[in-house]
């Protein structure tokens, strides 16, 4: 299974961006999938996951402001970031996971400054 991740760049507080995360090599729906980053200097954390049911989780950092999607006839994960603060900024990896397997793309990077 290969990850694709796009749409990361510049942003000004308070705008928003749209994430994407095209796979291939498998069909999207066997797995859950989620979004992670990391910020400079830090670990790698959880943003949002959706299960292959459509079943959804955020960070408490990003409810409200961050939604996560999928369309499996696309093979494609979704990130809409609104409301962007600084720190937002990070590099963005999408992950497809099952119980015994995980994938991940290589990252976007999404900076949010004035």
């Known amino acids: 299974l290969q990850l694709v991740e796009s749409g990361g760049g510049l942003v000004q507080p308070g705008g928003s961006l749209r994430l994407s995360c095209a796979t291939s090599g498998s069909t999207l729906e066997e797995y859950a999938t989620g979004w992670h980053r990391q910020a400079p200097g830090k670990e790698r954390e959880a943003v949002a996951t959706?299960?292959?049911?459509?079943?959804?989780n955020y960070a408490d950092s990003v409810k409200g402001r961050f939604t996560i999607s999928r369309d499996n006839a696309k093979n494609t994960l979704y990130l809409q970031m609104d409301s962007l603060k600084p720190e937002d900024t990070g590099v963005y990896y999408c992950r497809v996971y099952t119980k015994y397997l995980e994938f991940w793309g290589q990252g976007t990077l999404v900076t949010v400054s004035s």
């Open positions: 959706i299960t292959s049911g459509g079943t959804t």
